[in-house]
């Protein structure tokens, strides 16, 4: 099991930009592929972006492509989603996950992942 602790949101004007972190610990060598999903009061859960880590191949909803980009550090313990150009469509409770194998690759279905961590919030409000 990978233990995941999302940290960086916050409340921002429109246009402003955001980098949200998700600190991994635990079993994270069983794992490859590490997601972001967001989630705005009464909707579902939806995709946002995903990398595996391995190999640094990055998955981006369209939804927020060119303005999200999904990243790790070189430890290969934190992933990162910087969020340019904050629209008030945004705001939702920032969530990361694993695909729970090695092999899985990148998906952009919340039911293929899991461990998740808490979230945090993000506002994009004038």
């Known amino acids: 099991q990978v233990h995941f602790v999302e940290s960086g949101g916050g409340t921002v004007d429109p246009g402003a930009s955001l980098r949200l972190s998700c600190a991994a610990s635990g079993r994270t060598t069983t794992t490859s592929v590490w997601g972001w999903f967001r989630q705005a009061p009464g909707k579902e859960r939806t995709f946002v972006g995903a990398?595996?880590?391995?190999?640094?191949?990055?998955l981006i909803a369209d939804s927020v492509k060119g303005r999200f980009t999904v990243s790790t550090d070189d430890a290969k313990d934190t992933m990162f989603l910087q969020m340019n150009n904050l629209e008030p469509g945004d705001t939702a409770v920032y969530l990361c996950?694993?695909?729970?194998?090695?092999?899985?690759?990148?998906?952009?279905?919340?039911?293929?992942?899991?461990?998740w961590g808490q979230g945090t919030l993000v506002t994009v409000s004038s």
């Open positions: 996950g694993a695909r729970p194998f090695l092999r899985y690759g990148l998906s952009t279905q919340v039911e293929e992942y899991t461990d």
């Open positions: 990398i595996n880590w391995r190999t640094g191949d990055t």
